[in-house]
């Protein structure tokens, strides 16, 4: 059974930082893209980061660009979310999924439960 | 980066039938962007329905389908039930990115 669990949410204060982890499990983890996505309360969701099978590869939404890192280390089946310079408008809930293999454009698949991140002061 | 848009809202009947669309700010939506659809109810995570336009996974019901229509993907719902009272969202490929629509909220009524 495919399993995504996220942990490391919290209350930060604007301008602080904070990592996410995902710890996967019931699929070969090295085989996929993985992604980020997050939900603002009351709102929609957005697609944050992914990262490619070998960490080679990266893509970011504009938002987020040159604050958060997204990184994996596939010898621990884990994804990680490194957020630093947060602000008030990265409070949101965020979903580790599983984004896609090399062979398909089957994507965002199985989604974990979500971690809440929340930048108040 | 591009901007993908869903109706706000949409209102069905038990029983009958909606289309709801996905429109991309770069032109007309391609199988180029394979386009997928989730579900999503309050208080839970995402479920994907549909992958690369119109392919279901292996629990999404018989009653949805995907497609594209007039430049757009859609998602359309025959036979509506009532636990499919949800909001849906689309997604398109961006290059290596992905970009989520705004949602569309469906009530069954």
């Known amino acids: 059974e495919v399993q995504l669990v996220e942990s490391g949410g919290g209350l930060v204060q604007p301008g602080g930082s904070l990592r996410l982890s995902c710890a996967a499990s019931?699929?070969?983890?090295?085989?996929?893209?993985m992604s980020w996505v997050r939900q603002a309360p009351g709102k929609g969701l957005e697609w944050v980061a992914n990262?490619?099978?070998?960490?080679?590869?990266?893509y970011y939404v504009d938002s987020v660009k040159g604050r958060f890192t997204i990184s994996r280390d596939n010898a621990k089946n884990s994804l990680y979310l490194q957020m630093n310079s947060l602000r008030a408008e990265d409070t949101a809930v965020y979903y580790c999924?599983?984004?896609?293999?090399?062979?398909?454009?089957?994507?965002?698949?199985?989604w974990g439960q979500g971690t809440l991140v929340a930048v108040s002061s | 980066q591009t901007v993908v848009t869903q109706e706000p809202s949409l209102t069905v009947s038990p029983g009958g039938t909606v289309t709801l669309t996905c429109a991309s700010s770069?032109?007309?939506?391609?199988?180029?962007?394979?386009p997928n659809w989730f579900q999503q109810k309050p208080g839970q995570a995402p479920r994907a329905l549909i992958y690369?336009?119109?392919n279901k996974h292996s629990w999404t019901p018989a009653r949805f389908s995907g497609s594209l229509l007039g430049g757009k993907a859609a998602l359309t719902l025959s036979g509506v039930q009532p636990e499919d009272e949800a909001d849906y969202y689309c997604?398109?490929?961006?290059?290596?990115?992905?970009?989520f629509g705004g949602g569309t909220k469906l009530t069954v009524l």
């Open positions: 770069t032109g007309a939506v391609t199988s180029g962007h394979y």
């Open positions: 997604l398109l490929y961006d290059g290596g990115a992905r970009v």
């Open positions: 690369t336009t119109s």
């Open positions: 990262i490619k099978q070998d960490g080679s590869e990266k």
């Open positions: 019931g699929f070969t983890f090295s085989s996929y893209w």
């Open positions: 999924a599983r984004d896609r293999p090399s062979t398909s454009f089957k994507v965002l698949d199985y």
